[in-house]
Structure formats: C-alpha cells, structure tokens
C-alpha cells in the first residue's frame, strides 16, 4: 500500500508514514505536486504605491526561488511578472524602484510594465520575432483587501484556497490594516515544514504547552471547520473584553470570538485577532529546515498585543520546542504512525488527506 493513504473516517485512520518527513525524495516531490499550483502570499498592494513602481522578489525563497516582479502599471493595474529576460535568462529587476518600463541591463531588451516586448537592439535579421515568448510571463495574481497572492501553477482559483476565508470575514476592513514591519519577525525551525504546519492545525496541545493562551482561550469552545483547501480554528475567549466587537451580518454574530486561525493549503496562517492580522508564512528551506515569517498587520492600534493576540514571539517559541521535538522522534526506529484524537485534531486529519491526494 502506498505511504499516501490516509483513512477519510478519523475514528479508523493513522497519520502520515514518517517516510514523508525523512526520506529527500518526498521533500523534492513536494516542490511540484503541492507547492508549485498552490496560492502563495506576497504582501501588500503598498510594495508598489505609484504607477511605475516594481518590487522584485523571490516567490518562496530558498524553495521555489522564482523570480518574480510586482508592478504598477500608468492605469493603475497590478500585475506580478516574470522577473527573467526571455532573451538570455538575465535577472532584470534588482530592486525596488519607479520605471515606466523594463529595460534588461545584460543587452538591452525592453518590456513595457504589462509584460509585452517592445523592442531589442540588433534584432532586424531574426526571424519570426518577435512572438509571444518574447514576452514576459505573467502569473495569476489576487487582491483582497490589498493582501496580494500569486500562483505558478494551473491549477484551482484563488477561491478554492482562500474563497472560505473572504467570505466568512468579508466584513472586515482590510483596506485598512497597515502592514508593520517592526512587528514582523522571522523564525528559522528545524523541522520538516509539515510538522510545523501540524501543530498549528490543532488546539489539542494549548492547556499543556501555551498556559498564557489558555487562560485567554475558552477550550471547551474550541472547534475547528474543515473546507476543501483550507480550515478554521474558532478561538472563544474567555473575557468579554479579549473578543472581536461582530456585526450583526458576520455568521458569528453573538459569539465572543477571540480569534480567527485560518490555514490555507499548504503553508498560510492568517491569524486575525481584534487588533489586526498576522500572516505566518511557512517556508521550506531544508527537509528538516524551515523558515517561517510573522507580517504583522495592524487595524486597532490600541488593542495590539493583547487577549489571544498577545505575546505571540511567546507562542512562537513554545511551539517551536514542541516540533523540533518531534522532528527528532520521528527518526525513531520505534514509530512509524499515530493516531487522531477525533474531537480535537480534524484539522492535521484534513491537512494529511490533502498531501495525500497531491502526492498520489
């Protein structure tokens, strides 16, 4: 039987082959059956304020490493671009800047900020140019309230893997979140990437590794919603005060939600809380290396840092005690599969059914 199989019906099934987690082969699969078609985070729309503006960047650096280019067009569209020259493979964008077009350094190919090709010097004699792959490739790309995201892949919309999430808190004002780099932070873990993602996708651990969240967070309240690409994690609190002020539209009206944990498939955490948001970003650096970055978003200044949204570097590293932990027993000679708590631990059931199905 394959090690991809993973029981539908929690009660019967075990978790993933701790194959997954070791073996180089499945790590390299990954780059191409989960995270290549899948819809990563950007940013903020505010990397390119004006028209002209480009930020170059790098779409998952240290894993898929494509070089990419969010531009802002004179009509104020914003696209991502390839950040490549189709003339010989030259990077074209260095850094962040204001241009009205694309001019490559290597030999002066330029593209206009839409990605088209608009001329070449000492080209006259080259046949059938230029053609469509003189252009520069552009990927899908999805706005949501500023939030930025962009795919490689062909595969499912924007809406399979974040279309749950806008819906249930479309009332909520993005627009304006104000992103707060001296809030963000970076955190390497060593771990497998997946792991990390399995402890966010359970409050089965919070009494016995977070005390500080558990005295903010109602755990017998605690459920968790599962969709086709992404889940819900409902934090009650136990305060009043500690809770999102609903409107009467929000399908929550009248509960005291103290936080929203969405994950989306297969590496975005979006943590929103009465004071903002913050994304957590969970990049594969080495099978048994990760990064994971903290974009802080700010919406009630004056709630920062407090209920379920408090003390986070805290969280951070409890839980990174935790899965390092557990990246050394996996190794073990001793274990190869667990078991669900099928009350508390839907979501690692759901997220390994979905690996599954890539993987296959």
Known sequence: MSIFSVDPDISKARTLHTDFY???EYFETCRERIFEPSWQFIGHRSLVPDAGSCHPFLLLESFLNEPLVLVKDEEGMVRCLSNVCTHRGNLLVHEPCQSAHIRCRYHGRLFNLDGRFRSMPEF???RDFPAAS???ASTRLQDW???LFASLGTGPDAGAYLGDMMRRLSWLPLDDFRHRPDLSAAYEVKAHWALYCENYLEGFHIPFVHAGLNAVIDYGNYTTELYGLSNLQLGIAKDEEDCFDLPAGSPDYGKKVAAYYYFVFPNLMFNFYPWGLSVNIVEPMEINRTRVRFETYVWKPELHDTG???GLHTVEMEDEEVVESVQKGIHSRYYQH???SV???Q????????ICAHMR
């Open 22 to 24: 070791t073996r180089p």
């Open 124 to 126: 006259r004699e080259v």
């Open 134 to 136: 003189d252009n520069l």
């Open 145 to 147: 309230g500023g939030l």
């Open 308 to 310: 379920a949204g408090s």
């Open 338 to 340: 667990g078991r669900y």
């Open 343 to 345: 009350t508390r631990e």
């Open 347 to 354: 979501g690692t059931h759901h997220f390994h059914q979905i």
